[in-house]
């Protein structure tokens, strides 16, 4: 659509990056919390690489999204100035890590929309925004391959292990929606073709589910309810401590440079 | 042949500056020196994780937070490359873990110290990874060729990992007053720990002697603090720091720096499993390979599935 005024694809693309940002941070802070706790040295050092590129990602995108609105703000300040309710993150992400096969259902859910995500942001007409999804898309191959492996491996392993991991499943279940909800903003952004198409993006995820959980021998339904808020900034009780954590150095000392 | 000239012939090898492969015949005392002292090592890497892994969640940047976690990481590679040069050696890297677990095996009792504050990630890395860089550069000469090749692979990111660590004292030195305190209060608490890692004074250290003689060490740990000290002071001056040590100065005859006397009674305390964090941290390894155990289950068993498949499959064809 040309007759969008670029004010309103700016704020749509500032909003995206934003998401992007936010989401690859708190699951990356979220796996970080289990480095040096990993269950074998090989799964510390691989759950570590996962936490590490998308940290890495969230630098891209946050200092995207500063660039875009232009009042200088950096990926740092979004980062350890925002207020908890200026985070737009999924729920999905915030959640605290539980035993092992939890933390890899939560992070294959996750990874099996970021890889379609992705896929689209390769080809947006906002080039800035298509360049760091062309970087992020080869590491989030990768970090599917790993979730899923290990899903396959835990679902058809064990008696143990298979009731396990489909109690995370279930547990997970009600957060998934929330990867793929329109609001007015994304909407704008996919007509612009900067954004996501929320209907393809649920689709594919969907059909790598089937494939992956039949293999497992494990079940995923979408669920009759499913949470929303934390793109609007309401999230759950966890995501104050992720901040208030997260921030506590900077909060205490601040106009530092560290 | 008779031992005794088996042993002639070894420490002739040794002697000669011959590296010892894993097939070469050594003494039983040479190989299960290296299996200690191979798999203490492993064990500090892994334990070494804990107290820097406790400042990732507040790095105050995303850039520090990163590199943090990326040094945190290089630990656990290099606990894998230990343990593998240990397992070349015969022991199996579980019954290590074992052990660790059980508190029957060693550490460097530097890593039961807390980190307090986020200088003390700088500290760390600048003190603590250097303390460990000038024992391991010797060690990349050691005479057992597994070891040497393993400290030759980690020697390299250990010095990675100092700078990084320098470079967060320098910030923190060259920024606010509070800042700076915080960065001369790591110091404070960082540096006596750091010079015990060397281990007890030479006349005290009852495995230096044969450790020497079969070349696994080169040098002696009274000689290694020694230049440790010599290459830390300027990089403390640099600073705007203060070593915490009132007896410090240059000895022009020896060429060295004198220092006080170290607190042995506080080391001794620390290796015999009473320090501030020791409890703490075998408890986090044992938590982890506990709440492990069923993963680790339940991939054997996934692997043991997929074998009996294919197998099926190849009667099935044939
Ligand atoms: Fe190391
Ligand atoms: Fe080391
Ligand atoms: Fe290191």
């Known amino acids: 659509m040309n007759n969008m005024n670029k004010e309103d694809t700016q704020k749509a693309s500032i909003d995206l990056a934003l998401w992007m940002g936010d989401n690859a941070l708190i699951l990356g802070h979220r796996l970080a919390e289990l480095c040096g706790h990993g269950p074998i040295l090989e799964q510390d050092i691989a759950l570590t690489n996962i936490a590490l590129d998308l940290v890495g990602q969230a630098r891209m995108w946050l200092t995207l999204a500063g660039d875009l609105e232009g009042k200088g703000r950096t990926e740092d300040d979004f980062a350890y100035l925002r207020s908890d309710k200026e985070f737009t993150n999924i729920k999905l992400v915030e959640l605290p890590n539980q035993d092992w096969g939890y933390v890899i259902a939560r992070q294959f859910i996750f990874d099996a929309h970021h890889l379609v995500i992705l896929e689209q942001l390769c080809t947006s007409s906002e080039k800035a925004i298509a360049d760091i999804a062309q970087k992020a898309i080869k590491e989030v191959q990768y970090h599917l391959r790993f979730s899923s492996e290990w899903i396959i491996r835990l679902g058809d392993g064990t008696e143990f292990s298979r009731k396990r991991m489909q109690s995370a499943f279930d547990k997970l279940a009600p957060y998934i929606k929330a990867l793929t909800l329109d609001d007015p903003l994304t909407i704008l952004a996919k007509e612009a073709g900067i954004g996501i198409d929320n209907k393809d993006v649920e689709e594919k995820a969907w059909k790598t589910f089937d494939a992956i959980l039949s293999e497992a021998t494990l079940e995923l339904e979408s669920p009759e309810y499913f949470h929303k808020g934390g793109k609007q900034g309401l999230h759950t009780e966890h995501m104050g401590f992720i901040i208030a954590e997260m921030q506590s150095v900077v909060r205490a000392m601040p106009n530092n440079k560290w | ?318």
């Open chain 2, 1 to 318: 042949m008779i031992e005794k000239d088996l042993n002639q012939i070894f420490q002739d090898r040794i002697d000669a500056d011959d590296r010892i492969e894993a097939r070469d015949w050594m003494p039983e005392k040479y190989r299960q020196t290296l299996i200690r002292q191979i798999s203490q090592h492993a064990h500090s890497e892994v334990v070494g994780m804990l107290p820097e892994a406790n400042w990732i969640s507040r790095a105050p940047s995303l850039r520090r937070k990163v590199a943090l976690l990326a040094k945190v990481q290089d630990e656990a590679g290099h606990g894998l490359y230990l343990y593998s040069a240990a397992e070349t050696l015969g022991a199996k890297r579980s019954d290590l873990l074992q052990q660790l677990i059980d508190g029957t095996a060693k550490y460097s009792s530097i890593f039961n110290y807390p980190t307090l504050t986020w200088a003390d990630i700088g500290a760390i890395g600048w003190l603590v990874d250097g303390a460990a860089i000038m024992n391991q550069v010797m060690l990349c000469r050691t005479s057992y060729g597994p070891y040497a090749r393993a400290m030759v692979r980690i020697c390299k990111e250990e010095s990675f990992h100092q700078r990084q660590g320098y470079e967060i004292m320098i910030a923190l030195s060259q920024g606010s007053e509070e800042q700076k305190a915080m960065a001369q209060d790591a110091l404070n608490r960082w540096w006596w720990p750091s010079l015990m890692m060397f281990g007890p004074n030479d006349a005290e250290s009852k495995h230096t002697a044969q450790s020497m003689a079969w070349r696994i060490k080169r040098k002696t740990n009274d000689e290694l603090r020694q230049a440790f000290v010599d290459s830390s002071i300027s990089q403390i001056e640099y600073l705007g720091l203060t070593a915490p040590d009132k007896d410090l100065k240059w000895n022009e005859e020896r060429g060295h720096y004198d220092f006080g006397a170290i607190d042995w009674d506080e080391f001794w305390q620390v290796v015999k499993g009473h320090g501030p964090c020791n409890k703490e941290r075998i408890a986090a390894r044992r938590k982890a390979q506990e709440e492990g155990k069923w993963v680790q289950e339940a991939a054997m068993a996934y692997a043991a599935k997929r074998k009996q498949r294919a197998q099926d499959q190849q009667t099935r064809v044939a």
